[in-house]
């Protein structure tokens, strides 16, 4: 079992930059590759970004390639999402993911064993 706590959300303006981090419960964390999901009131989950329980491949949306990160610290059972560049299109509620694979894989794969609560975040224009 994996519990899942995001932080970080808030308020920024346009151009603004957020870091949200997740912290996942249980020993075998670093067994799990991560991801970050996002969804708006009445619209569907988007893949955001992923990363291989290593560290070493990651994966990101298109609408966010090149101004999001996406990074891990198994020691600290983190996941850090480093957002730049924000537009008010990014305002959603984002959420963390965890899903166990065989290798060290990262993927836009929407179903995650585990998901925490979410984490709002707003992008003023």
């Known amino acids: 079992q994996v519990q899942l706590v995001e932080s970080g959300g808030g308020l920024v303006q346009t151009g603004g930059s957020l870091r949200l981090s997740c912290v996942g419960s249980?020993?075998?964390?670093?067994?799990?590759?991560m991801g970050w999901f996002r969804q708006a009131p009445g619209k569907e989950r988007e893949f955001v970004a992923a990363?291989?329980?290593?560290?070493?491949?990651?994966v990101y949306a298109d609408s966010v390639k090149g101004r999001f990160t996406i990074s891990r610290n198994n020691v600290k059972n983190t996941v850090h999402l480093q957002m730049n560049s924000l537009k008010p299109e990014d305002t959603n509620v984002y959420y963390c993911?965890?899903?166990?694979?065989?290798?060290?894989?990262?993927?836009?794969?929407?179903?995650?064993?585990?998901w925490g609560k979410g984490t709002l975040v707003t992008v003023s224009s």
């Open positions: 993911a965890a899903k166990y694979y065989y290798t060290d894989y990262a993927g836009t794969d929407y179903a995650m064993d585990y």
């Open positions: 249980g020993r075998t964390f670093s067994s799990y590759a």
């Open positions: 990363i291989s329980w290593s560290g070493f491949k990651t």
